[in-house]
T-cell receptor
Framework: DQQVKQNSPSLSVQEGRISILNCDYTNSMFDYFLWYKKYPAEGPTFLISISSIKDKNEDGRFTVFLNKSAKHLSLHIVPSQPGDSAVYFCAASARGSTLGRLYFGRGTQLTVWP | DAGVTQSPTHLIKTRGQHVTLRCSPISGHKSVSWYQQVLGQGPQFIFQYYEKEERGRGNFPDRFSARQFPNYSSELNVNALLLGDSALYLC?????????????FGPGTRLTVL
């Protein structure tokens, strides 16, 4: 049962425009959310995270928004650059537990074209 | 600073064989988690070790085992390999408890079972 869902397998955006990647989750115990970026033949690279006590977190060109009532989060990249082309994974964990295992979505392939 | 390192990079085995994958965490990190990523899916949690003790296990058969050494490096062992074990195996380390600290991933070991 997929507890973290990324329903768009791919997204294509022109350079300079905004990229919006979406993620939904079903487990109400999740209280910490992360985005990872993955290039081919590399491991996932941590990008940005957000705690459930916030609804927005910014880091440079990257902003993550969390809507707890809708169990939805999104990653905004502004402006998008060709080097942002990669697979983006949404992940969630229940930090209140002692385990902290990450649950991942299937990923969204972002392509930024010039 | 060196990130998480994994060896080998690639591995080809035949059905029924045994495999050992290795992981060295970021210096100072005490927790290691293992994930399996099959093509088209997000990483799936296998094991978590913290302070050399197993702290959690995902839904994987007993053919999968792991351990963490006094220097916090880790090994993942898989016995009686099946074709379905072909995947990218990722190791992630975190400073302390994964439930409170961001997990950073290594480049992975690509296992092919023929």
């Amino acid at each position: 049962d997929q507890q973290v869902k990324q329903n768009s397998p791919s997204l294509s955006v022109q350079e300079g425009r905004i990229s919006i990647l979406n993620c939904d989750y079903t487990n109400s115990m999740f209280d910490y959310f992360l985005w990872y970026k993955k290039y081919p033949a590399e491991g996932p690279t941590f990008l940005i995270s957000i705690s459930s006590i916030k609804d927005k977190n910014e880091d440079g060109r990257f902003t993550v928004f969390l809507n707890k009532s809708a169990k939805h989060l999104s990653l905004h990249i502004v402006p998008s650059q060709p080097g942002d082309s990669a697979v983006y994974f949404c992940a969630a964990s229940a930090r209140g537990s002692t385990l902290g295992r990450l649950y991942f979505g299937r990923g969204t392939q972002l392509t930024v074209w010039p | 600073d060196a990130g998480v390192t994994q060896s080998p990079t690639h591995l080809i085995k035949t059905r029924g064989q045994h495999v050992t994958l290795r992981c060295s965490p970021i210096s100072g990190h005490k927790s290691v988690s293992w994930y399996q990523q099959v093509l088209g899916q997000g990483p799936q949690f296998i094991f978590q070790y913290y302070e050399k003790e197993e702290r959690g296990r995902g839904n994987f058969p007993d053919r999968f085992s792991a351990r963490q050494f006094p220097n916090y490096s880790s090994e993942l062992n898989v016995n009686a390999l099946l074709l379905g074990d072909s995947a990218l195996y990722l190791c992630a380390s975190s400073l302390a408890r994964p439930s409170t600290d961001t997990q950073y991933f290594g480049p992975g070991t690509r296992l092919t079972v023929l």
